[in-house]
């Protein structure tokens, strides 16, 4: 499984964008990348899923380069809802899968 | 829209106890997954079940088994409870294939503390 490094904590104002990087240097062809997001004693949320380029829905954009070393979860926007851990995970979409959380990020949005 | 329903949403359990937590996916989802999560610490992959045999163990202690039914809920049995089981218990559920659009989704959580 892709072990993947992020930031501790950012800190961001209500409406900016907040762009969150994820690094997974040992990535494997068929991983995905996956993000989630977590308030407080809830369970993990889906955000966006992307394999490679770029990726949008309605709420994040999600960035791949070519390498797929790196990931850069883009929230525009954000208000103070929005302040939550979030968490890039890496794995394969086989039958036989698990998501290993590594250390999210601290997201705190500041009126 | 059905979620993920975890029961129960709370247990008090006393050291040395036994607790049960349930979980019921999502119809149509076949793979279920328990997850511990304790105070200021990330969720940890327990153990998970696909189409009813478990397909993959994570740091899940002897003290504790699971399984999943023909219905395909599941129910995480733990024994002997110690302090530090003390944490959140997530169970999340998965179709039989990932579609690159949608991911796990993860119920509310059982919140368990062992006195």
């Known amino acids: 499984l892709a072990k993947t490094t992020q930031p501790i904590s950012m800190d961001s104002y209500e409406g900016q964008e907040v762009n969150i990087t994820c690094s997974h240097n040992?990535?494997?062809?068929?991983?995905?990348i996956t993000w989630y997001q977590q308030f407080p004693s809830q369970g993990p949320r889906f955000i966006i899923q992307?394999?490679?380029t770029k990726v949008t829905n309605e709420v994040a954009s999600l960035f791949i380069p070519a390498d797929r070393k790196s990931s850069t979860l883009s929230l525009p926007r954000v208000s103070l809802s929005d302040t939550a851990v979030y968490y890039c995970?890496?794995?394969?979409?086989?039958?036989?899968?698990?998501?290993?959380f590594g250390s999210g990020t601290q997201l705190t949005v500041l009126p | 829209a059905a979620g993920v329903i975890q029961s129960p949403r709370h247990l008090i359990k006393e050291k040395r106890e036994t607790a049960t937590l349930k979980c019921y996916p999502i119809?149509?989802?076949?793979?279920v997954y328990w997850y511990q999560q304790g105070p200021g610490q990330d969720p940890q992959f327990l153990i998970s079940?696909?189409?009813?045999?478990?397909?993959d163990k994570g740091s899940i202690p002897d003290r504790f088994s699971a399984q999943q039914f023909s219905d395909y809920h599941s129910e995480l049995n733990m024994s002997s409870l110690e302090l530090g089981d003390s944490a959140l218990y997530f169970c999340?559920?998965?179709?039989?294939?990932?579609?690159?659009?949608?991911?796990?989704?993860f119920g509310s959580g059982t919140r368990l503390t062992v006195v």
């Open positions: 040992n990535i494997a062809t068929n991983d995905y």
């Open positions: 079940f696909y189409e009813k045999m478990q397909s």
């Open positions: 999340a559920s998965s179709p039989p294939t990932l579609q690159g659009k949608e991911g796990y989704t």
């Open positions: 992307g394999y490679k």
């Open positions: 119809p149509r989802h076949d793979t």
């Open positions: 995970l890496v794995g394969s979409s086989g039958s036989a899968r698990q998501l290993t």
